[in-house]
């Protein structure tokens, strides 16, 4: 079936830890988007990329990373650098004008 | 930054009513979208409106945008228990040829039985 997979879905990280999250899609999209949730504050971008080898900083992108170095990939890097990580990281292609979600990884510092 | 607001935070109803979703926000856009996302799961797309159009319907969904005003309406008629989720709203603007979805803060829908 086509659509977006992350993965893993829960992760726990201890602090000092880099962590990557993964995100794949076989939908052919030319753009990607990383997404934090956390409550009561909505999605807040992090980075997103338009085409392969190419990717832009959101508006919280201070202790993240990312790369794009196939259409079908964007994974995610927590760095030790980001002070509060906890959160809920959601990926989206985008097609048509409209985001496909992946089901979303779930990150705990210890 | 956020775009768009959504208003109320949270909503509870009756099964069988129907619940209206506002959205604002603060500048020009090319579309407006809704999203659903149900507890600890990703978003998952309702409807788009274009800067162009001032309503759209699908099924029991109905969204109005009114770009004088800045704003957008979601109404779920009839509303069922399984309906119960967060909404989103997600202006998209052009920027240097991207289309990047900004997103608010949700409106959280329960629905009793």
């Known amino acids: 079936d086509g659509g977006i997979t992350q993965s893993p879905k829960y992760l726990f990280r201890k602090e000092g830890q880099n962590v990557t999250l993964s995100c794949e899609q076989n939908?052919?999209?030319?753009?990607m988007y990383w997404y934090r949730q956390d409550p009561g504050q909505g999605l807040r971008l992090i980075y997103y990329?338009?085409?392969?080898?190419?990717?832009q900083k959101g508006d919280i992108a201070e202790g993240y990373s990312v790369s794009r170095e196939k259409k079908e990939s964007f994974p995610l890097t927590v760095t030790s650098a980001q002070k509060n990580p906890t959160a809920f990281y959601l990926c989206a292609s985008q097609g048509a004008g409209e985001l496909f979600f992946g089901e979303g990884s779930r990150l705990t510092v210890l | 930054s956020q775009q768009g607001e959504e208003d109320p935070q949270a909503l509870s109803i009756q099964e069988g009513e129907n619940a209206t979703m506002n959205c604002s926000y603060k500048t020009s856009i090319n579309n407006l979208q809704w999203y659903r996302q149900n507890s600890g799961r990703g978003l998952v797309h309702l409807i788009l409106?274009?800067?162009?159009?001032r309503e759209k319907h699908s099924g029991r969904l109905r969204v109005t945008l009114d770009t004088s005003k800045k704003s957008s309406s979601l109404l779920i008629t009839a509303s069922r228990a399984a309906d119960t989720a967060s909404y989103f709203c997600a202006t998209v603007k052009s920027s240097g040829g991207s289309y990047i979805p900004t997103f608010g803060r949700g409106t959280s829908l329960i629905v009793h039985p």
């Open positions: 990329s338009q085409i392969v080898n190419d990717f």
């Open positions: 409106i274009r800067s162009n159009e």
């Open positions: 939908l052919n999209h030319d753009a």
